[in-house]
Each structure stands twice: as C-alpha cells, then as structure tokens.
C-alpha cells in the first residue's frame, strides 16, 4: 500500500475521532444524569488521545491531518437515545479500525491502531454498561 493511501486511510480514523469527540462531549453537557454525564466526558478524552496519536502518525509520514468531520449526530429521546448513538459510533469505530489493521501492513501503524480498537472495545461495553443502568433507573 502507498504512503499516501496509509495516510487517507488515518485521515478516516482522524475524522472519526473528531466526531465522536464533538458528539461526546455535547450528549454530557446536556445530559443531567452524573454517571452517564461523567462516562461521556472521560471517553471524550479518551477520543482526543487517539486523535492526537493519529495525528502524529499521519505527520510522520509526511501528510496533513483533518479537522473534517461528518455532519453531527446527537441521537435524540434523553440520555437512553445519546447512549444508543454512541454505542452506534463505537461500533462503527470497531469495524473501521478492524479493516484498517488488516489493509495497512506498516507494523508501527497497525500496532497503534491495535491500541486504539481495543479502547474503542472497552468504550462500547462501557456505554452498553451505562445503558443498562439508565434502563432500569439508576
Ligand atoms: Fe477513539
Ligand atoms: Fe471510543
């Protein structure tokens, strides 16, 4: 695969970070509840983490990263209706993290990407966890 390609490729990931930190960090600030409220603030961070080790890779190999981001979606219904969109995107963030590590055969960029799919793992299981809490009431 070309330089240029493994670079389009991390501008994809870069672009979806971007969205799930903007997403995050709104469906906290308006959500009332503190565990949800506080979940999506820490993984935000989380998103900005990765954006930046993307962004690094992406300079390293000599390409500028993006600040583009998809039109935003919230989700909608209260806090149940965010958590759902942001287990949406996690799962989304899972399948394109797991066809870029089998397309980019660059050991130090798949490795990086290993990192992160795993994260983004941890972020779904940590929101569906969430859900669950806010469905019964806690
Ligand atoms: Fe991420
Ligand atoms: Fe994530």
Redesign the pocket.
Known sequence: MKRSEVIRLLNQDLSGEIE?ILVYMRNSFVTGQCRPSRGMEE?AK??MRHAEWLAELIVDLGGVPTMQHRPLNFGRGGTEGYLKRLIAL?EE?IAMYSEHIRLIKDERVASRLKRILE??IE?RDEFSELLGEVKKGG
């Open positions: 799930a993984i989380d998103e996690e963030a994260e983004e972020h």
